[in-house]
């Protein structure tokens, strides 16, 4: 739980931890806790970039799926998120490691560098030690 939601946090404006992974996860785990802590910093030129247009228009950074891509079916969509205008962030929120992913219309390119066609529902495996996200393309 506490690697799933270090994923989920790795990819929002802000990574905190409720309790310290280092003083309760196994080597294995806290590694890919520090990967997500890495991934985090990686994107915080694009999140600092979102949050001072978010100052001035009131967007938010962070936005349900629905907001970013309105009459695609996503108003019920609990599981995935956009960052910003460019990644839509899929985490894993239960016990399984595969998951269904809803891509809006458009070209989305996976963390793994795989380009997919939006517009329909794709199946990814996501182990452990994946946090995926896609980037549009166009």
């Known amino acids: 739980m506490i690697v799933r939601s270090a994923q989920i946090h790795a990819l929002m404006p802000m990574m905190q931890f409720s309790v310290a992974p280092w003083k309760i996860l196994s080597k294995e785990n806290l590694e890919i806790v520090k990967d997500m802590a ?3 910093e990686k994107f915080g030129p694009y999140i600092m970039e979102y949050a001072r247009e978010a100052a001035i228009s009131g967007e938010p950074i962070v936005r349900h799926m629905e907001y970013s891509f309105p009459g695609e079916g996503f108003a019920e969509c609990k599981d995935q998120f956009m960052l910003g205008d460019e990644y839509m962030v899929t985490p894993m929120v239960t016990p399984e490691n595969k998951r269904s992913v809803k891509l809006p219309k458009g070209t989305w390119q996976d963390d793994f560098g795989i380009i ?14 994946r946090l995926p996200y896609f980037e549009k393309i166009k």
Do not use: Q
């Open 38 to 40: 890495e991934l985090h």
């Open 116 to 129: 997919h066609k939006g517009g329909r529902i794709i199946e990814i495996e996501v182990p452990l030690n």
